[in-house]
């Protein structure tokens, strides 16, 4: 009888030299695959991506005591500028000329340059910023106009609708102007003034109110 040799196998029942032979297998499909990955786009990383902090929420409100005091020639006025896609009001001093009372375009006037003036460095930690082009101006009304009316030089449906929204709140909120919670506005050309009223919709969402739809047709006077 003849004996033949016993094949040896390890315990796990893989003849020796199997696991390195399919570590190597292993290890040249992983180096094939990086490529195809990187062709589409898909890179690895080692650490995490710092995105940076959360931002974070502004005040909209000046804190109290920052408002400098009314001098004898001037007044306090309120006017509304931009803060997280709302309006908010901000209280501000203005000097008239030394003639009193300022009449109703004086008072318009004094009002257009407030909110044409950037907002200072503590209204800007607050988040006040404003949408009202600095060459904007604005003229009393015309023969046939209705008394409140004022002419901007810009017709207010061109106007960006924060900017609008900002006019009309603040010179309808003004107590020099009549505080009538509205603005009659009209543009340099022939058409008639319209009533944009600064409604609790305007103030929360200005973006959201188109001037071409937004104003009303004014009483003439």
């Known amino acids: 009888m003849t004996w033949l040799p016993r094949r040896t196998r390890t315990p796990s ?18 180096a094939a695959l990086v490529p195809a990955l990187a062709s589409c786009g898909i890179r690895g990383t080692s650490v995490p991506v710092d995105a940076g902090a959360a931002p974070s929420r502004v005040s909209c409100k000046v804190p109290a005591g920052s408002v400098a005091p009314a001098q004898p020639d001037s007044s306090p006025v309120t006017v509304y500028l931009v803060c997280s896609s709302t309006l908010a009001p901000v209280e501000r001093t203005v000097t008239y000329p030394k003639q009193r009372p300022a009449d109703r375009l004086q008072t318009a006037r004094a009002l257009l340059d407030e909110l044409q003036e950037q907002p200072g460095p503590v209204e800007e930690e607050a988040g006040f910023s404003t949408a009202v082009p600095e060459d904007l101006e604005v003229t009393g009304p015309r023969a046939g106009d209705p008394r409140e ?10 106007l960006p ?3 609008l929204a900002q006019i009309a709140c603040t010179f309808g909120e003004s107590g020099a102007l009549g505080r009538t919670r509205a603005a009659v506005l009209g543009g340099p050309g022939d058409a008639a003034p319209q009533r944009y009223a600064c409604s609790a919709e305007v ?11 937004w104003g009303s047709s004014a009483p003439a006077g």
């Not at 020796?16 to 297998?25: F, V």
């Not at 009316?149 to 061109?158: F, G, K, M, T």
């Not at 103030?203 to 739809?213: D, K, Y």
């Open 161 to 163: 609708s924060f900017a």
């Open 13 to 30: 029942g893989r003849r020796p030299g199997s696991r390195p032979r399919a570590a190597a297998l292993t290890a040249v499909a992983l």
């Open 149 to 158: 009316a004022l002419r901007l030089s810009v017709r207010p449906e061109d």
């Open 203 to 213: 103030r929360t969402h200005p973006e959201s109110v188109p001037g071409a739809a």
